[in-house]
């Protein structure tokens, strides 16, 4: 008699995550030597220097447990910031950090809102936990619609996901606005505020969120090293937040979440503000770029406060990801975000961009020709 595993029926409701498409296989498959790939907000210019040296040290000594409570990191943070040590939790990258915002908060039933089109991981703790994903759709300007979120909390509401910038429109709340918003959300529902995308913000005059956590002990603030730090290979990032809930998030954290390589190399870049320089500058100017070609092929595009570019080109951008594929340009068709027509692209290196422009230049004229001979067939 076949009897069954006890699976739990809600993980039928989870989709295993397909990752992106890997540098080597993608090369290998292809047989072409250049690869550009600006799927996943890598950062372009690899990682500061200083984090070799650092990451060198660990290694004199693998055998050794980490440090479980990343002393030394969190008190560099505590000294960057003014927060004091125990504001702080490492988690081996955002991702586990929001694990732990919806395993201390969200239990079978209980609500968690989330903008749609934003990080689906949100969407994925929340179900893990038994918890009902409440989506709430973006603004015209694909902004996140603050007085809509405010209009779904109901009582069942537990947590309120918000990515700001938004991945992966690229949009930025202004500060006033989040600030009136958190101000008005009941102070028994909590706000994760994601910002992996903070440090590439241009928009001068913008709030520290963390100064938020002084006034607000409902505020969750995630943030991460692989974005603006280049580590993304590490898995490491921080959540911030009153004492007390991260006395919380340490119940439900594994003591050695986070690697000692990890920890020395995050300790090492925080310590590096001109490589963040650098990679800002590049960020910055790469936008322009993207944003000047984009208007030359006249293709709208959303301003972004990240480090990536959602572009309209008007078609189904599925095959002309694939077509890009074939040409060693690896970027994020829209589909995935209910955005068919959209591609979303990482601000590369010069090179890159130039390299990603050339090959959408092309691939998008294809299919403009399509077009046209589907035009001249039926008339
Ligand atoms: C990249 C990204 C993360 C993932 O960060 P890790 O620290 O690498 O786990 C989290 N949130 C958003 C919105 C991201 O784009």
Redesign the pocket.
């Known amino acids: 008699m076949q009897v069954g595993l006890p699976y739990r029926i809600s993980l039928d409701a989870i989709n295993p995550y397909i990752p992106g498409k890997r540098l080597e296989e993608a090369v290998k498959e292809l047989g072409i030597e250049r690869v550009v790939k600006l799927a996943s907000?890598e950062n372009p210019l690899g990682c500061s220097p200083r984090v070799y040296e650092a990451v060198k040290k660990v290694l004199e000594a693998p055998s050794r447990y980490p440090d479980g409570n990343s002393t030394e990191l969190r008190a560099e943070l505590s000294r960057q910031t003014g927060l004091t040590p125990q504001q702080f939790v490492i988690g081996a990258?955002?991702?586990?950090l929001?694990s732990f915002v919806a395993e201390t908060f969200i239990g079978p039933g209980d609500e968690a809102i989330m903008p749609v089109p934003s990080?689906s991981?949100y969407g994925t703790v929340t179900r893990l936990r038994e918890g009902k994903v409440v989506p709430v759709g973006l603004t015209a300007e694909h902004g996140v619609n603050l007085k809509a979120i405010l209009a779904a909390i109901t009582e069942r509401t537990r947590v309120i996901w918000l990515?700001n910038p938004n991945?992966p429109t690229g949009t930025l709340l202004p500060g006033e606005e989040l600030a009136q918003f958190l101000e008005a959300v009941p102070r028994h529902i909590v706000v994760a505020l994601?910002e992996?995308?903070c440090d590439f913000i241009g928009e001068p005059g913008y709030p520290d969120s963390l100064e938020w956590l002084y006034r607000f002990e409902h505020v969750v603030v995630?943030r991460?090293?692989?974005?603006i730090h280049g580590l993304?290979s590490m898995?490491?990032?921080y959540a911030a937040a009153s004492e007390r809930t991260i006395s919380y998030f340490n119940r439900v954290r594994q003591i050695f979440n986070v690697n000692a390589l990890a920890q020395a190399a995050a300790v090492a870049s925080l310590r590096d503000k001109d490589f963040r320089r650098r990679v800002f500058d590049n960020n910055r100017q790469g936008k322009e770029y993207l944003y000047g070609e984009f208007q030359r092929l006249g293709f709208s595009y959303i301003k972004s406060e990240a480090s990536f570019v959602m572009v309209h080109v008007r078609e189904d951008s599925d095959p002309l990801f694939q077509q890009l594929l074939r040409e060693g340009v690896i970027i994020r068709p829209g589909t995935g975000f209910g955005m068919k027509e959209w591609l979303r692209v990482s601000v590369g290196t010069e090179e890159e961009n130039r390299i990603f422009i050339e090959a959408l230049e092309r691939a998008a004229a294809g299919g403009l020709r399509l077009l046209r001979q589907a035009g001249s067939l039926s008339g």
Do not use: V
């Not at 990258?93 to 586990?96: C, I, R, Y």
């Not at 991460?224 to 974005?227: A, D, I, Q, Y």
């Open positions: 907000n990258g955002s991702f586990e929001i990080f991981w990515c991945n994601d992996a995308y995630l991460t090293f692989s974005k993304a898995r490491i990032g």
